[in-house]
Structure formats: structure tokens, C-alpha cells
């Protein structure tokens, strides 16, 4: 099966070449430029961009974006699916800045995956979740993003610090747990 993976993040692409390595799914990435969509919640905006990213590309294959959103309790649930947006502006810096005087430190990652499928026009979602809690201050020089401010429950390490623990427990990998379990599916 061949899907294109419209994204402008190579760390997402390193990610999810290390998940589905070893398994028959040809992936090749997509360079479009679709408009953010403004939800709450990842798996309505994953849902949208894979639409406007297959009619975007002109491609007659399937079309997979993921999306991702890091979800605080003490804020409400912010920065949630403007994870993105608020990590270009104010880095985890930011959110420890946000988050100083705040004892409540609990925290989800959730990740989307939605392909859209040009035959029948059918959007199909995938997701993972990862609990855990947001640390005081940034440790270790791994992975992206939120990792250095990340601990996953039952975990004393960031995901920057313990890259092997992300890459077996991660709501990245989860949502691609899925993803395979559907495949499987569709070949028998």
C-alpha cells in the first residue's frame, strides 16, 4: 500500500519511519501547504488537513497527515492542537514559564492520524494517547518539541532524556499501533 504523508516535519517523518519500519506500507512525503484549521481537539484538525492535503497535491494515492497536541490540565487544556503554534513562539520555556507557580502539573499527549481515501472520499482517524506530567524545568537533548518538559506516568525521565521509553510508549506510536491493526485488517 502506498500513502503519501503530508508534512513539513522531519521529525515526525524519523518517527514514523522507525515505527513502521518492517512493515509493507511505502510511504512518501508530501510537500503542500494547506490553512490550519482552528479546533480543539487533534483528530477534528488531522481529519480536515488530510481533505485539503489530498486536494491540495493533485495525487490519486492516499493522503495521511498526523497531528498532535499537548493537553495541560492547570491550563485548561491549552496549548492542546495550537501545541505547534505555541511552541515556535515561546518554546518549553514558555510553558514552564506558565506553569511556575502551578502544583497541578498533569498532562496528555494525543496524536491523530487521518488518511483520506480517495476512492470513496472516506477519512479514516487513528489515535494515542500518553498521560504523564509536565517537569520543572527542561532535561535532556533528545527528541522535539515538548519532550524535554514531558514525563510519562510510572516514568521518572523526560521523553528527551529516555528516547527508547518514547519510542515504545508514545502517543506517536499508539496512534500507529492502530494504523497497522488496520491494515492488517484490510489485507485479510
Known amino acids: ?21 518492517d512493515f509493507d506500507l511505502k510511504i512518501k512525503r508530501l510537500n503542500v501547504n494547506v490553512p490550519e484549521t482552528d479546533d480543539e481537539d487533534v483528530e477534528d484538525v488531522a481529519r480536515k488537513k488530510a481533505r485539503d492535503s489530498f486536494e491540495a497535491a493533485g495525487v490519486d494515492s492516499p493522503v495521511m497527515v498526523e497531528d498532535s497536541g499537548l493537553y495541560v ?26 506553569m511556575k507557580n502551578l502544583d497541578n502539573r498533569k498532562a496528555f499527549f494525543k496524536t491523530s492520524i487521518a488518511i483520506y481515501f480517495p476512492k470513496n472520499g472516506d477519512v479514516k482517524t487513528f489515535s494515542g494517547k500518553c498521560r504523564g506530567k509536565i517537569s520543572r524545568d527542561k ?50
Open 1 to 21: 500500500m502506498e500513502i503519501f504523508f503530508a508534512t513539513s516535519n522531519d521529525n515526525k517523518v524519523r518517527e514514523f519511519g522507525h515505527a513502521l519500519k
Open 139 to 188: 532535561r535532556g537533548s533528545g527528541g522535539f518539541g515538548y519532550d524535554p518538559v514531558f514525563i510519562p506516568e510510572n516514568h521518572e525521565n523526560t521523553f528527551a532524556e529516555d528516547i527508547e521509553t518514547k519510542k515504545r510508549i508514545s502517543h506517536r506510536k499508539k496512534a500507529v499501533d492502530e494504523l497497522k491493526d488496520f491494515i492488517n485488517n484490510e489485507k485479510s
Open 73 to 98: 490540565k492547570s491550563l485548561n487544556g491549552f496549548p492542546g492542537s495550537m501545541s505547534g503554534f505555541f511552541i515556535k513562539k515561546c518554546g518549553e520555556e514558555g510553558l514552564l514559564k506558565l
